[in-house]
């Protein structure tokens, strides 16, 4: 019988479809969330019975090291697949211990596991906003980043220094992927695709930030999906090859890489809705970036990446779907 594989944050957004995904290949998965308040669990629940319901999920913390290394030995996991973190730029601004709880406790306590117990691939999720100040669009995995505009994007450019060093000394096959503007169905609450549909829907006000003059490259999470999963079955780094990043360590952007204007992402869901939007213009928020743009080639090379969903295609269906989850005034 082949072993499990691991995904934390099996609850969240991401979590959860690669959840589904996995089991629709006939993989057998051990979901692992701490199902917290930073938006409401029963969202994070409902979910889950939407999209993977048969797969068994420990509510467990990943700063809980003894409960970790219990749930490790159970099911001696082949890959492990670590999208478990806390998230959001704003609010690590107000609960900068949250991050290194979760993000870099966390992040050891998940590394020191796969290291002792064997486990042959550990794909773990970075983020697009490691580019902070650094970024020159479009951002490649070659530039720059030891400027970061939050505790959030500091925590996970930490977390691709500490994969690096746990795949040149132990080597620790590891792959980070370095995420732009997911959406979808079930996504974030938090997020402006979800905080603007539900609002346009309801008929209220939306606060558009730097007066609206932002681009964002938004992803779509079959898109994203398609992308952990490749980067899950690229072969692995030869030993000792590309010693400057650490071995076998390999990092990736995935995203959209077509930048959409912030006026125009409205419009796709005025359109959507049938109703316009009822727009307050306010100054760019601290730890905020202007614009975001993955060069997704490294990607594409090593296995195959590339998106297929526009804007126009996909965020009508997170407007369906809001309208359906959360009622007609969202």
Known sequence: MTAPYLVTGAA???????????????????????????????????????????????????????????????????????LAAQAGVRYSLENP??????NLIGFVNVLELCRHRGVE?????????????????????????????????????????????????????????RFFTVYGPWGRPDMAPLLFSRAVLGGRPIQVFNHGKMRRDFTFIDDIVAGVLGAMDAAPAPAGADAAEGGPHRVYNLGNHTPVELEHFIAVIEEAAGRPAEKVYKPMQPGDMVETMADTARAQADFGFEPTTPIEAGMPQVVRWCAGYFGDHA
């Open 12 to 82: 969240g957004f991401i979590g959860a479809y690669t959840c589904r995904a996995l089991r629709a290949r006939g993989i057998d998965v051990v979901g692992l969330d701490n199902f917290n308040d930073y938006y409401d669990p029963q969202l994070k629940r409902d979910r889950v019975a939407a999209l993977c319901p048969e797969v068994e999920i420990a509510e467990l913390d990943l700063t809980d090291r003894d409960g970790l290394a219990a749930l490790f030995d159970k099911h001696r996991f082949q890959r492990v697949i670590h």
């Open 121 to 177: 691939h550990l794909v773990y999720a970075s983020s697009s906003s490691v580019y902070g100040d650094s970024a020159v669009p479009p951002f490649s995995e070659a530039q720059r980043i030891d400027r970061p505009r939050s505790l959030y994007a500091a925590t996970k450019a930490a977390n691709e220094l500490m994969a690096h060093t746990y795949a040149h000394l132990y080597g620790l096959r590891a792959t980070g992927l």
């Open 97 to 102: 211990h949250a991050y290194v709880d979760s």
